[in-house]
């Protein structure tokens, strides 16, 4: 390490200011601060020091995602080999979905980098950490048979207009990753559903035992009985979008965030409780197939679970009172179930409603601070009365 160290102040003096390599500085820097902690100082003002910086809190999110990452290669060579009516060794699935993941990541990473190094140069700032995780929540959240260049467009729409244009990382005030999510979706409706863009290389002619469709998609047309099991959505062996389909994955990584402390509790917990309890409404009126769905397996299909723990807990998007915390994540529940069963249109609900409700977590806040400042004027009136 020494070697790189010394390899890296060598080279520095050439991004410096003046230097030949100058309009590079900020992608030297983002590659320094990759290996090494930043050797600059505060000298004026009072600040906060801890050892738990924002390059940390990104390493421990992207740690927390490979479980979900690994299990979801692995299950797209999976339901490949599945609908050819093959069953290959356990590391033949996992290589070929590996080979189909790579690109996606590849492109994500090289176009959302590529811009963020741009606007990092343009406004002489450093290239900060934020989409270190943002590149690879983005190609975890869409189907494995996306087009690559339909990936690089809705990265590039979610960095410009989902960050820089509000002033970069920390500034957002939606999720970036859901943005270009969003953006597929509504620009690029045909690739997003259906049953062919869930099974990567899927044939003409599908084996009689086999059913492209998600189990939200047999849901939706009442499809019961072609289901899978609680224990298959649970272990994640169904088609879906590539980091989304295991549950137990994704409470790994949910684990990896409570124990670490990157995530709060309060919100993962509230999603779930809305989302649950507005399922047993609608079980309780029952007027469609969603309705009738388990309320449990709201929970565990589509992006409900991964929302839950990797995108409605984003610090910078959500609210940071913990009153607020609990309205948040209650509500995202609440909306997500609800477009899932009354716009069948929208079966993903999850991203419409982590959305809306990112733009709403400031004003939650505001009436939360609002009310205990007037609670503490009235305790304060109270007291001067005595």
């Known amino acids: ?80 080999f599945l609908s050819h009516g093959e069953q290959p060794d356990q590391w033949t699935m996992f290589f070929y979905g590996f080979l189909e993941m790579l690109p996606i990541i590849i492109v994500s990473y090289g176009v ?11 406004r002489n700032h450093e290239v900060n950490e934020g989409f270190f995780v943002s590149g690879l929540l983005i190609p975890m959240i869409v189907p494995p048979e996306t087009p690559l260049w339909q990936i690089a467009i809705a990265v590039a ?5 989902g960050k820089e244009v509000f002033g970069g990382t920390g500034m957002n005030i939606v999720n970036p990753a859901l943005t270009a999510r969003a953006f597929l979706f509504f620009a690029y409706p045909s690739d997003m559903s259906g049953e062919k863009v869930w099974i990567s290389g899927l044939p003409d002619i599908l084996p009689d035992t086999f059913s492209g469709a998600t189990p939200l998609g047999n849901a939706l047309v009442g499809n019961f009985d072609q289901m899978p099991t609680t224990y298959e959505m649970f272990i994640g062996i169904i088609p879906g979008s590539i980091g989304e389909t295991s549950v137990l994955m994704i409470l790994i990584g949910a684990i990896i965030l409570l124990a670490t402390g990157v995530a709060n509790w309060r919100i993962m917990f509230s ?34 679970a991964f929302g839950a723990v990797f995108m409605a807990t984003d610090p910078v998007t959500g609210t940071q009172t913990k009153k607020g915390m609990y309205i948040y994540g209650f ?7 609800l477009i899932r069963v009354f716009n069948p249109a929208y079966p993903e609900g999850m991203m419409l409603a982590i959305l809306l409700m990112n733009v709403f977590a400031p004003l939650i806040d505001h009436y939360i601070i609002e009310s205990n400042i007037s609670k503490r004027l009235k305790r304060m009136k109270i007291a001067i009365k005595i």
């Open 271 to 304: 999603v779930f409780a809305g989302g649950y309890i507005m399922g047993l409404l609608f079980n309780l009126w029952g007027l469609n197939e969603y309705m009738q769905m388990d309320a449990l397996n709201h929970l565990l299909l589509g992006g409900f």
């Open 112 to 122: 959302g980098l590529g811009l963020e190094i741009v606007f990092a140069q343009i």
């Open 157 to 161: 729409f979610a960095v410009i207009f």
């Open 331 to 337: 509500l995202i529940g609440i909306i997500a179930v």
């Open 1 to 80: 390490m020494k070697a790189l160290r010394k390899f890296i102040d060598k080279q520095k003096p050439h991004f410096d200011l003046g230097g030949k390599f100058q309009k590079l500085k900020s992608a030297f820097d983002a590659v320094e601060t990759l290996f090494y902690v930043p050797d600059k100082v505060t000298k004026t003002g009072s600040h906060i020091r801890d050892a738990v910086d924002m390059k940390r809190t990104m390493i421990v999110v992207f740690i927390a995602l490979i479980p979900a990452l690994l299990f979801g290669m692995w299950n797209i060579g999976y339901q490949h």
